[in-house]
Every structure is written in C-alpha cells, then in structure tokens.
C-alpha cells in the first residue's frame, strides 16, 4: 500500500537555524498538507497546497515558515528561523481529493527539537 | 475559522464496554467528518468518515453519528478492547479545502 514518507525522523537543531522537513506524497495525490503536533497536544493545521500554491494557511504558518515543492515529488516545509516553540511533531499529509472531502493520508511524522 | 470542540478530554472505559466521543464544530457549509486514531508515538490514521449526506455510518464496532442541525457528531466503539486505547481525533473541513482536528480524546480501556 503506498504511503507517504517523511524525513528526517528526527532533527535537532540549535535556535535561530534554518530547518527543511522533506515529505514524498502518494504518486496520485494533488492535495498536501502540513500539520504540527506539540507533545500532548491537538494536531494543528499549518498550510495547505495545492497545484503548486498555498490554498490555505493559518495563524500559525507566519513569515518564518514556506512550503515548496521544488522537483515535482518532494514536498517540502521550511522554517527560517527556529524557535524554541517550534519543538514538535511535523505531519505531512496528502489526498487525492480537496481536504474538505476526502481522506487525508499521514506520513510518519518528523520529529523537530529546538534547543 | 472552523472551531471544532471535542469531548471528554479523557476517557477510561471497562473493556466490554461502549465508548462515546462528541464534537461539534461550528462552519455550517462543513461536509465531510473524519474521525483518526492516533497511537503513541504513530501517526493519525483514519478509522471511519461520514459525509453530510448521511446521518449514520456503521463499521462492525465502530460508528459515527451526524446531526447537521444542531452541528454535532459522535463516534461510538462497541465491545470495547484494550487494542482501542488510543487518542481519538475527530476533525471538520473548513472552506471545502482543509481539515481542523479537535483537541483529542484518550480512551483508556482495561482489561
């Protein structure tokens, strides 16, 4: 069954560095998706993308964070300038259907530690 | 935006025994209610879905329940098993094109 990957598993980086979570979404997929999880806490939407555009974003997704997918498989998040608050679980989700109607497909999550 | 509150934060049953979780969410034009299963340490992953077209949905212990009216669903897990503790997360679009997720239930259920 095909799944949507994530790397790294894990990254640990120092405050005030630049961080770029990678995900590879299911082949057919059109529609992805950055979700964060803080240890404990709710799954919070960050942005959605979609025909190589930002769809929709919210409050959290600010000027230090951008989305990309530069070669066409890859699809990726990227926080300029890391904060302690940043620490927490980055899910990458896709569908092959508008979020609104169809079911999203998580990766495995990336683990994001801000010392 | 789309708010989308769920409760009981917590939830700790006896196994056999039924578990109910709500959520009310507040964008009348929202039409699709997934609900996730989260498990320590994993990733969300999808454990039934209701469309605004229908107002029940059933699959073998687990079904979800709709009321557009009063803007509520539930999800319902029979004959419970220790296997079923988890973080349950249900979730409601907003603007035809994203997800919002409540703030989880933890469903504890003893053997």
């Known amino acids: 069954e095909p799944e949507v990957t994530q790397t790294p598993s894990h990254q640990v980086t120092q405050m005030g560095q630049e961080v770029i979570l990678r995900c590879v979404p299911i082949?057919?997929?059109?529609?992805f998706y950055w979700y964060r999880q803080i240890l404990g806490q709710k799954v919070e939407f960050l942005v959605s993308?979609?025909?190589?555009?930002?769809?929709?974003k919210s409050e959290i997704f600010d000027d230090q964070f951008s989305v990309e997918r530069p070669d066409g498989s890859n699809f990726t998040l990227k926080i300029r300038s890391t904060k302690l608050e940043d620490s927490a679980m980055y899910f990458c989700a896709t569908s092959p259907l508008a979020g609104g109607t169809g079911e999203l497909f998580f990766g495995e999550g990336s683990r994001l530690t801000v010392l | 935006g789309e708010n989308v509150e769920q409760h009981p934060s917590t939830l700790s049953v006896q196994e056999g025994d039924s578990a109910v979780i709500k959520c009310t969410y507040s964008d009348s034009a929202s039409n699709y209610f997934p609900w996730y299963k989260q498990e320590l340490g994993k990733r969300p992953q999808l454990i039934i879905d209701?469309?605004?077209?229908?107002g029940e949905k059933k699959d073998q212990r687990i079904a979800v329940t709709l009321n557009k009216t009063a803007k509520h669903f539930s999800l319902h897990i029979t004959e419970t098993q220790p296997e079923d503790s988890a973080v349950y997360f249900c979730?409601?679009?907003?603007?035809?094109?994203?997800?919002?997720f409540g703030a989880g239930t933890r469903l504890t259920v003893k053997p």
């Open positions: 993308f979609y025909n190589n555009e930002i769809s929709e």
């Open positions: 209701i469309r605004s077209n229908v």
């Open positions: 082949s057919n997929h059109l529609y």
């Open positions: 979730a409601a679009t907003i603007n035809n094109n994203d997800m919002r």
